[in-house]
């Protein structure tokens, strides 16, 4: 929390993330941009969202976005993480990543 709370102090982002057991069918991408969308997420937002038992994840910011540029830089970085089960890590490396 401390991370993404930096995040959106420092830089305006706002981060949410999200754990689920499964993302009930849905691809990563279709569950994301749903959910996004649905959410009313905007040009200066992120979503990390996590279907633990489907061992799959969205990390994901509006098209042609600053943000999204970051995402993109740091989604490596998040999935390594998250290949660890480090949950908390994986949230705060999307946090200090977008950050930076």
Same mark, same amino acid.
């Given at each position: ?5 930096? =995040?959106?102090? &420092? $830089?305006? +982002?706002?981060?949410?993330?999200? /754990? ?5 069918? =849905? $691809?990563?991408? &279709?569950?994301?941009?749903? +959910? #996004? @969308?649905?959410?009313? =997420?905007?040009?200066?937002?992120? =979503?990390?969202?996590?279907?633990? &038992?489907?061992?799959?994840?969205? /990390?994901?910011?509006?098209?042609? +976005?600053?943000?999204?540029? #970051? ?16 949950? #908390?890590?994986?949230? $705060? +490396?999307?946090? &200090? @990543?977008?950050?930076?």
């Amino acid at each position: 929390q401390e991370a993404v709370d930096r =995040l959106a102090s &420092e $830089t305006g +982002t706002d981060l949410y993330v999200v /754990f689920v057991d499964t993302f009930s069918g =849905l $691809t990563e991408n &279709e569950w994301g941009n749903q +959910t #996004a @969308e649905l959410s009313g =997420l905007g040009s200066a937002d992120a =979503l990390l969202a996590v279907a633990v &038992e489907d061992r799959s994840f969205f /990390f994901g910011a509006q098209d042609g +976005t600053p943000v999204q540029a #970051a995402v993109v830089a740091a989604n490596d970085d998040v999935r390594a993480r998250l290949g660890q089960d480090d949950w #908390a890590g994986a949230a $705060t +490396t999307a946090a &200090e @990543e977008l950050r930076a």
